[in-house]
């Protein structure tokens, strides 16, 4: 069965400083990978995600993130973080199709930026 | 926008009543996807439909049906309705069947509270 684990239920970072969101997944065999973030009061919305090619992955925002296989791990960074980065965050994965599965996502991980 | 729009934003109804819930997707997506989010389960899913039928189901309960018509909208039913039912309710689309690596957009949700 595929998981996704983010070990941290919540991450502070200053404004200007650069943030890390972590996700660990687990598939049995190759990761479809997503990022999704969600406002207060608003659905989520999706960032970037990874399939294949170059393990690291551009998105929306300014964010990014770089996957690792040997790790398992699908991190989230930016290099200046925004008070208005300030959101949860959900880590997601599906694994590559050899049938049908559907997308699993983590508990989430909260972002407080800081001015 | 993500151009999924959900009906209603919110819900007040009382233990044991049924209420439905109802998605348009995104313009030409076939797929809609249906979660939960409650603060103790984090983001559950519940049911995918491509094209008007039935294709995953997650964890949903007996209580809990959907569909999808013709038009493809979706509607999510719940009854018997149980204070433990209280939640945000989100649908989701994507333009094939999750087979493939298409990212899937949310829409701003409806939050049930049962009382």
């Known amino acids: 069965a595929q998981s996704v684990a983010q070990p941290e239920d919540q991450v502070n970072v200053a404004e200007g400083n650069p943030l890390t969101v972590k996700c660990t997944y687990s598939?049995?065999?190759?990761?479809?990978l997503f990022w999704y973030v969600q406002y207060p009061n608003r659905g989520l919305q999706f960032l970037l995600k990874?399939?294949?090619?170059?393990?690291l992955v551009k998105g929306s925002y300014g964010f990014e993130a770089e996957f690792n296989k040997s790790q398992t791990s699908f991190h989230l960074k930016k290099p200046s973080a925004l008070v208005s980065d300030s959101a949860l965050y959900f880590c997601?994965?599906?694994?590559?199709?050899?049938?049908?599965?559907?997308?699993?996502f983590g508990k989430g991980t909260m972002l407080l930026v800081s001015p | 926008d993500s151009g999924v729009t959900q009906t209603p934003k919110h819900l007040i109804t009382a233990t044991g009543q049924r209420v439905t819930l109802r998605c348009s997707p995104r313009?030409?997506?076939?797929?809609v996807y249906w979660y939960q989010q409650s603060l103790d389960q984090g983001l559950q899913f519940l049911i995918h439909?491509?094209?008007?039928?039935?294709?995953a189901k997650g964890n949903i309960l007996e209580r809990f049906s959907a569909q999808q018509f013709p038009d493809l909208h979706s509607e999510l039913n719940l009854s018997s309705l149980e204070l433990g039912d209280s939640a945000l309710y989100f649908c989701?689309?994507?333009?094939?069947?999750?087979?493939?690596?298409?990212?899937?957009?949310f829409g701003p949700g409806t939050r049930l509270t049962v009382l």
């Open positions: 989701a689309s994507s333009d094939r069947t999750s087979g493939t690596n298409n990212e899937q957009f």
């Open positions: 598939v049995s065999g190759n990761p479809y």
């Open positions: 990874y399939i294949t090619g170059d393990n």
């Open positions: 997601a994965v599906r694994e590559s199709p050899s049938g049908y599965s559907t997308l699993t």
């Open positions: 313009s030409g997506d076939l797929s």
């Open positions: 439909y491509y094209n008007g039928e039935e294709r």
